[in-house]
Structures are given as structure tokens and as C-alpha cells.
């Protein structure tokens, strides 16, 4: 079931208003944004925060140019991917000890979505979505290469509802948290606790909803999910993904 959280601003006036009572509102002068722009693409690209030239001069200045190879320890390069982790995990709801920064979104579903199918060795089907993202349904095709006779099942093209598709031969369920192009947003626990009944585990995509609504992995009950840290997050291009394994499966 979508939650629909959709209301229309019917006037100019009626914008600025809101806009004036926003309560995120004083955070706009944290970030570098052009004079008199209206940006609406953070689900591409988030804008730059102004702590970032900081950062960036600290480690290219300091701990690369001058202290090289001893910011592996000195400023804790080793460990930054727990570091960051411990970070992001409150963004999406989850305790300590289950989110790493890594890689890329496409490595990180080929690796949940594999280990999951390794976690239900007795089972030959997958559920995902068939207008999930692309790269997605790109990566589940790559992933049934790795598996012998994994069966693909898409909600929308073999099925309208979870419940048409689920059965005791899925092994997995892979769903985004927000529809890529509808921004249709998605009652993860509902879903996570039908996969859960019929004995499957559930992935989720949170690249759309990471850092901008609210995410509860641990209390959804999901299994696996990823997510990126170039949208929402703010982490600029390139930056790396991060991914979540709950604590039953580590």
C-alpha cells in the first residue's frame, strides 16, 4: 500500500508562506546554492555543503600531502567505512554495529541480494519490482547468473500485489522505499512482514528516501538494504554507497 503524502500549494503566496514556516528553512545558508535558484534535483545530485571545503582542505592539504601514508591510522582512514557508517545509521534507523559506507548502490544490491539467495539455499525465486530503477533490474539479471535456475518474478508485469507473487519457493524480495519516477513511497513494513510470513528475506533500495523521509530499517524488520550518499545525503559526486545488515544476519 503507498502512503500518500501529496498536498497541492495552489498559489504563489501560498508557497512563500510555507516556505517562511519551513522548519528546515535555517539550513539552506549551510549549503552553496547560486543566488535566486530554486533547486529541485537533490534526488539527482544534492547541493554542496559549505563544511565541505573544509574537509576537503584538511584531507588533501594535511593528512594527504603532508602526512601520507600515516593518515591510514593518524586520521583514520582504516576505518572510515565504519566511521561513516555509525554516521549514516540513525538517518536510516538502525543501531549501531549494521551500516558500512562502500562501494557503489550496484555492488552493494549484487552482494545483499547474493547473500540473501545463499541465506535460502532451498528456494528459486526473487520478487522485485518491474519499474525499479534500471541499474537495478540490471543488477538482479546479473545476480541469477550466479545462481542456478533463480526465477525472476516482477510486481506490475506477473503480478499487481506482493500477494499474487509470494509463495514458499521466494527467496528474496527486493523493493525500492520511493518509485523512481511516480515518487510513489511504499508501506515498508507491511511488505517486510508478508515477505517475513512466507518465509523470504526482504532488500531495500533507499537511494530515494535516505536523508530526506523517514527511514526505520530495525524496526521494519528489513533484512539487507543500500543506499547512496550522493542524493540526499549530500556527499557530492562520486561519493560511495553505504549498505545495512541487520544485526540476525551478521
Known amino acids: 500500500m503507498p502512503i500518500n503524502i501529496s498536498y497541492l500549494l495552489e498559489s504563489r503566496t501560498a508557497c512563500e508562506r510555507e516556505d517562511t514556516a519551513d522548519p528546515l528553512r535555517s539550513w539552506q545558508g ?5 543566488q535566486g535558484l530554486i533547486y529541485l534535483d537533490g534526488n539527482s545530485l544534492g547541493p554542496m555543503p559549505k563544511k565541505a571545503l573544509e574537509q576537503l582542505e584538511q584531507a588533501i592539504r594535511k593528512e594527504w600531502a603532508e ?8 586520521a583514520g582512514w582504516w576505518e572510515l567505512p565504519e566511521t561513516l557508517g555509525e554516521l ?3 538517518v536510516v534507523g538502525a543501531a549501531s554495529g549494521q551500516v558500512i559506507v562502500s562501494d557503489s548502490t550496484s555492488l552493494n544490491l549484487f552482494k545483499t541480494v547474493h ?11 526473487m520478487i522485485s519490482e518491474a519499474d525499479s530503477f534500471p541499474t537495478d533490474l ?3 539479471e546479473g545476480v541469477t547468473s550466479t545462481h542456478q535456475n533463480i526465477q525472476r518474478r ?5 503480478g499487481n500485489s506482493l500477494e499474487e507473487l509470494i509463495d514458499n519457493q521466494v527467496a528474496v524480495v527486493v523493493f525500492s522505499h520511493v518509485n523512481y519516477r511516480t515518487g510513489e513511497i511504499l508501506h515498508i513494513e507491511e511488505l517486510v512482514q508478508k515477505t517475513h510470513d512466507a518465509g523470504a528475506l526482504f532488500v531495500l533500495d533507499t537511494c530515494h ?3 530526506v523521509l523517514p527511514v526505520e530499517l530495525d524496526q521494519w524488520g528489513v533484512d539487507f538494504a543500500v543506499g547512496c550518499t550522493y542524493k540526499y545525503l549530500n556527499g557530492g559526486p562520486g561519493s560511495p554507497a553505504f549498505i545495512y ?3 540476525r544476519h551478521q
Open 30 to 34: 549551510a549549503f552553496y546554492l547560486p
Open 67 to 74: 602526512d601520507l601514508i600515516t593518515s591510514w591510522n593518524k
Open 88 to 90: 549514516i545509521a540513525p
Open 115 to 125: 547473500a540473501a539467495l545463499t541465506l535460502r539455499p532451498e528456494r528459486t525465486v
Open 138 to 140: 540490471y543488477i538482479l
Open 154 to 158: 516482477l510486481l506490475g508485469k506477473d
Open 209 to 211: 528516501s535516505a536523508g
Open 245 to 247: 545488515v541487520a544485526k
